[in-house]
């Protein structure tokens, strides 16, 4: 079986990320499919395992094996997290749905070290484009005010809404060069600032909820091991891993 077989045979969820799932689509913005995949459990039993992710078969397309995508979401990885909670879906099937159901067992005030540290390495990104350039990519800009706005109201009530909404405009402003950087440098203070107070005060958990977590993965692949055509997955095989370090 090759990598993109397993997407295109045993995904479980898939969805749309980038600015369209974030409400900030304009024209020219391209759609990022973003999916998690089910590697029938014999291919384990293998000394070559599944791939841990794959890139593809779609353009801007890339997925993760079940196991990868929790252990990520577990450490709170930003993009992990907003994958489970995008408002495109664009295939879910039971497992998927109980993978959705346990969105709450993955947030913990960990979001407050993994999305601070994301936004400080984007940040330091912006800072080098500036004394080069003399000016940031907007582009970024707008995503790191969007990732730091996130990250506060998650923080502030317990749950991660990724569209903008109403803060479309303002946001979409900074992406066309309309706001002075100094003024962007300004609210990214005030965001982190508001971010940081708001983790003293947060109704999450200290730690996600792992046990829920772990006994949701051993119970799908032991329901994938006892499938009848289970063996057949295992002669066939797995060609290599597909994919990239995308986490």
């Not at 969007?146 to 317990?158: C, E, K, N, P």
């Not at 772990?214 to 295992?234: G, K, N, T, Y």
Request: hydrophobic share 35%; charged share 30%; aromatic share 6%.
């Amino acid at each position: 079986m090759h990598p993109e077989d397993l997407v295109r045979d045993h995904t479980i969820y898939a969805c749309v990320m980038g600015s369209r799932a974030f409400g900030l689509a304009t024209d020219g913005s391209d759609t990022d499919r973003r999916g998690v995949f089910l590697a029938p459990t014999p291919l384990f039993w293998r000394f070559e395992k599944p791939p841990t992710h794959v890139e593809g078969p779609a353009e801007e397309q890339f997925s993760w094996e079940l196991e990868r995508f929790c252990e990520l979401a577990l450490r709170a990885n930003p993009n992990i997290l907003e994958c489970l909670h995008s408002p495109l879906v664009e295939h879910l099937d039971d497992t998927g749905r109980e993978l959705l159901s346990l969105r709450g067992a993955f947030l913990s005030r960990k979001v407050y070290d993994s999305f601070t540290r994301y936004a400080l390495g984007q940040r330091k990104k912006l800072d080098a484009d500036v004394r080069t350039h003399g000016a940031p990519r907007w582009k970024h800009a707008m995503h790191l005010l969007r990732l730091l706005m996130s990250a506060r109201d998650l923080l502030r009530t317990g749950d991660l809404r990724i569209d903008v909404g109403d803060r479309r405009e303002p946001l979409l402003a900074v992406k066309r060069g309309e706001v002075s950087w100094p003024e962007v440098e300004s609210w990214m203070v005030r965001l982190a600032a508001e971010t940081e107070e708001a983790g003293h005060r947060t109704p999450l958990p200290p730690e996600p909820d792992r046990r829920r977590v772990e006994d949701f993965l051993i119970r799908v692949r032991r329901a994938s091991a006892c499938q009848p055509d289970a063996h057949h997955e295992v002669v066939q095989g797995v060609v290599g891993g597909g994919g990239v370090g995308q986490h």
